[in-house]
């Protein structure tokens, strides 16, 4: 194997524990009692920009594992694929738009329609993977579920409320918060980075 490839590898490597790391400084949010904010998408989305969608996959592999190793599933893993589906959502249309447009610009725009695909592979991935998955798993309806949430926010009563008041504003806010600390971050960090697998 050739040395950059070795380094490239290890910077992946690198990356999604720092991602593993970042998932375990997570805080509640008052939009979900199922989800909390992380920044673990962070060196994700950085190193998809310095190692392309292939390495985008390859960090968000490894801190899924890690996570899975170092602290096993409470939520019948649904937990773990929302995680993962979310990131891929995320992350690789970013990467793969920044791509084509290696610009500060190009930069913006992926993560801006990261983002839009991130907050609909949400809506329909609770709806009709992750809880129907976990309710059938702990033998929950739909109604326990709305009844968590109305808890926190009491407009919630119904599928559709629940999306409009908890999934896209928890996924709004979340992906939102992620992509400044990248726009602020990506410069003074992706230097280093990039001289760490070129020299």
Not at 88 to 94: F, Q, S
Not at 124 to 133: A, R, S, W
Not at 143 to 168: H, R
Request: with cysteine.
């Amino acid at each position: 194997m050739k040395r950059n490839s070795i380094r490239r590898l290890t910077l992946a490597a690198m990356m999604g524990a720092i991602a593993f790391v970042l998932m375990f400084l997570s805080f509640p949010t008052p939009l979900s009692p199922f989800a909390e904010l992380d920044f673990s998408a962070l060196p994700e989305l950085i190193g998809g920009f310095i190692l392309g969608p292939a390495g985008a996959m390859e960090i968000i592999t490894v801190k899924i594992l890690l996570k899975l190793i170092f602290k096993p599933t409470s939520t019948a893993f649904t937990g773990e694929l929302q995680a993962f589906l979310l990131s891929v959502a995320y992350v690789l249309p970013a990467v793969l738009w920044y791509r084509k447009h290696r610009t500060k610009k190009g930069a913006l725009t992926g993560i801006v329609i990261g983002t839009i695909v991130t907050v609909i592979t949400s809506v329909f991935t609770n709806l009709y993977i992750i809880f129907p998955f976990f309710m059938n798993a702990f033998g929950m309806q739909w109604d326990a579920i709305i009844g968590m949430c109305s808890e926190l926010i009491p407009a919630i009563n119904s599928k559709l409320t629940m999306v409009l008041y908890s999934i896209i504003p928890f996924n709004l806010l979340s992906r939102a918060l992620t992509s400044v600390l990248t726009i602020l971050l990506y410069k003074r960090i992706s230097v280093p980075l990039k001289k760490l697998i070129m020299d």
